[in-house]
């Protein structure tokens, strides 16, 4: 089991940046890759962005490429989200999470095992 905890949530104006962080402990040993996923409230989970722990590929959701930025330290064990030109409908919880040993990254939250609690953005208009 991977232990996750996120930091780095607030509240932004439209066009702002914030960095989001995601600390892995535990059985690091066992990921493939790790993931940033987002909900709303009545809303079904959505994916954001995924890294893979070893090689460092990525993917981003359509509705975030060109703003959104993933990176990873193995070192440190945190993989960094940073949000450019947010918007209003950015705002969610968000959530990193560990996909295990894999071939391909993936969009899905089911292919994901463990999950942080969570850190809110708000991106006011």
């Known amino acids: 089991q991977v232990q996750l905890v996120e930091s780095g949530g607030g509240l932004v104006q439209a066009g702002g940046s914030l960095r989001l962080s995601c600390a892995a402990s535990g059985r690091t040993y066992s990921l493939f890759a790790i993931a940033w996923f987002r909900q709303t409230p009545g809303k079904e989970r959505e994916f954001v962005a995924a890294?893979?722990?070893?090689?460092?590929?990525?993917d981003f959701a359509d509705s975030v490429k060109g703003r959104f930025t993933i990176s990873r330290d193995p070192v440190k064990q945190t993989v960094d989200l940073r949000m450019n030109s947010l918007k209003p409908e950015d705002t969610a919880v968000y959530y990193c999470?560990?996909?295990?040993?894999?071939?391909?990254?993936?969009?899905?939250?089911?292919?994901?095992?463990?999950w942080g609690q969570g850190t809110q953005v708000t991106v006011s208009s």
């Open positions: 999470a560990t996909r295990p040993l894999s071939a391909v990254l993936s969009t899905t939250p089911l292919a994901y095992t463990d």
């Open positions: 890294i893979s722990w070893s090689v460092g590929t990525t």
